[in-house]
C-alpha cells in the first residue's frame, strides 16, 4: 500500500516551514489541492481491487483529516504570532513622562487688536467688520482713487479670478478704509466706528507683508473738526501706549479720499524708541465726494478718518524690530506674549 504516514510526516513538515499564511496556503495546495498528492491518491481508488477500495479510502481520510488538523494549528499559530508582533510594535511606555498641557496665547498683532477695541469702545466708537474680497468700487473708485492711479495697478494689489456685477474683477481689499463706504451707507450719522481688519498688498520684505492688518477710524456728523481728530487719537496712543511722554505730529500728506490729510507722527520722549519721529498712521478730513458716496451731504456732514497698520503699532508697543516674527509662527517668539 502507499506510504501515508511518510506523506502526513513530510507535510507536517512543510506546514511548519511555512512564515506566513500564503506559503502555508501554498504548502496546503500541495497536498490537498486539485493537482495535490493526496487528492491523486484518491482519484486512484477506483483502480483498486473492491475489496481493498474500502480500507484504502477510509486510510486516505484519516490521513487527510490530519493534514487538515496541522494546517489548523499552523494557521492559529501564524495568526498569533501576527498579532503578538503588532502588540510589540504598538506597545505604549505607560511609564513615559506626559506630554502635560500647554498654554495657549493670543498673538501679539491680536492684543493690539484687543486693546484698540476697548479703547475706541470706552469712547463711544462702534466695532465693524467686512470683506476682505472687495470690489473695485468699494476699494478705489467710491473713495475717489483716479481709475489711473497706481494703487490700482497689478502690482500692487492682488486679484480674484471672478468679476462683479460692474465686470470688474474682485480683489483682496489693500486698505480697511472701503468699510468706512460700507459702514456709512448702512447707518446714519453721528457715524462714530473702528474698523480692524486684514489688508493685502504685494510687498515683501523685513517691514512690508502681503497680508497685514489695518484699523480703520471715521467719525462723521455736523461738526467733526480736524482739532477732533488730533483730540481723539493723541489720546488713543497716549492710552495705547501706556505714557503720557510722547508727542503727536500731523504732516501734510495727501489720499484721494481726504483732503486735507495728514500723516500722523509720535515720538515717544522717554523709553528706547525716544527721540525718533515714527510715522505711525495715514489721516484726514473725508472729502466731500466721498461723503456724497457715502449717500450723505456733504454741505452738511463732515468729519474724520484714519488708518493705521497693527503690526506697526505692536512693533513699537514690544519693541520687535521685523515685521515677519509675527507670521512665522514660531513658538519661541509667541511664548513671550502668552
Ligand atoms: N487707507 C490709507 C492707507 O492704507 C490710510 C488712511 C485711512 C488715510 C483713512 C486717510 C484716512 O494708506
Known amino acids: 500500500m502507499w506510504n501515508l504516514e511518510a506523506i502526513v510526516a513530510r507535510a507536517?513538515?512543510?506546514?511548519?516551514?511555512?512564515?506566513?499564511?500564503?506559503?502555508?496556503?501554498?504548502?496546503?495546495?500541495r497536498y490537498l489541492g486539485k493537482s495535490g498528492e493526496l487528492t491523486a491518491l484518491l482519484k486512484t481508488l477506483g483502480t483498486l481491487p473492491a475489496d481493498e477500495r474500502k480500507s484504502a479510502g477510509a486510510a486516505i481520510?484519516?490521513?487527510?483529516?490530519?493534514?487538515?488538523?496541522?494546517?489548523?494549528?499552523?494557521?492559529?499559530?501564524?495568526?498569533?504570532?501576527?498579532?503578538?508582533?503588532?502588540?510589540?510594535?504598538?506597545?505604549?511606555?505607560?511609564?513615559?513622562?506626559?506630554?502635560?498641557?500647554?498654554?495657549?496665547?493670543?498673538?501679539?498683532?491680536?492684543?493690539?487688536?484687543?486693546r484698540i477695541e476697548t479703547i475706541f469702545q470706552s469712547i463711544g466708537f462702534d466695532i465693524a467688520d467686512g470683506p476682505e474680497i472687495e470690489t473695485d468700487w468699494y476699494n478705489f473708485t467710491a473713495l475717489n482713487n483716479p481709475e489711473n492711479h497706481p494703487a490700482r495697478s497689478m502690482q500692487d494689489t492682488f486679484y480674484v479670478d471672478m468679476k462683479d456685477v460692474d465686470g470688474k474683477q474682485l480683489l483682496l481689499r489693500t486698505h480697511t478704509s472701503p468699510m468706512q463706504v460700507r459702514y456709512a451707507r448702512l447707518h446714519r450719522p453721528p457715524i462714530k466706528v473702528i474698523a480692524p481688519g486684514r489688508t493685502y498688498r504685494v510687498d515683501s520684505d523685513a517691514t512690508h507683508s502681503p497680508m497685514f492688518h489695518q484699523v480703520e477710524g471715521l467719525w462723521i456728523d455736523e461738526q467733526v473738526s480736524f482739532a477732533d481728530l488730533k483730540g481723539v487719537y493723541t489720546d488713543f496712543l497716549r492710552r495705547f501706549f501706556e505714557t503720557d511722554d510722547l508727542q503727536v505730529r500731523f504732516r501734510p500728506s495727501y489720499f484721494p479720499f481726504t483732503e486735507p490729510?495728514?500723516?500722523?507722527?509720535?515720538?515717544?520722549?522717554?523709553?528706547?524708541?525716544?527721540?525718533?519721529?515714527?510715522?505711525?498712521s495715514g489721516s484726514g478730513q473725508v472729502h466731500p465726494d466721498v461723503v456724497r458716496n457715502f449717500g450723505l451731504d456733504p454741505e452738511r456732514y463732515i468729519g474724520f478718518a484714519f488708518g493705521s497698520g497693527l503690526e506697526r503699532l505692536t512693533m513699537l508697543r514690544y519693541g520687535i524690530d521685523d515685521l515677519r516674527l509675527f507670521f512665522e509662527g514660531d513658538l519661541r517668539f509667541l511664548k513671550q506674549f502668552s
Request: net charge negative; no cysteine.
Open 12 to 29: 507536517q513538515v512543510d506546514f511548519g516551514a511555512a512564515g506566513d499564511p500564503a506559503s502555508l496556503e501554498n504548502a496546503k495546495a
Open 61 to 114: 481520510n484519516a490521513a487527510k483529516e490530519r493534514l487538515e488538523q496541522a494546517l489548523d494549528a499552523r494557521r492559529a499559530e501564524l495568526a498569533g504570532e501576527k498579532l503578538a508582533a503588532r502588540l510589540a510594535e504598538e506597545a505604549l511606555d505607560v511609564t513615559l513622562p506626559a506630554r502635560g498641557r500647554t498654554r495657549g496665547g493670543v498673538h501679539p498683532v491680536m492684543r493690539t487688536w484687543q
Open 261 to 280: 490729510s495728514a500723516e500722523i507722527d509720535m515720538k515717544f520722549d522717554s523709553g528706547p524708541h525716544k527721540g525718533r519721529w515714527l510715522e505711525i
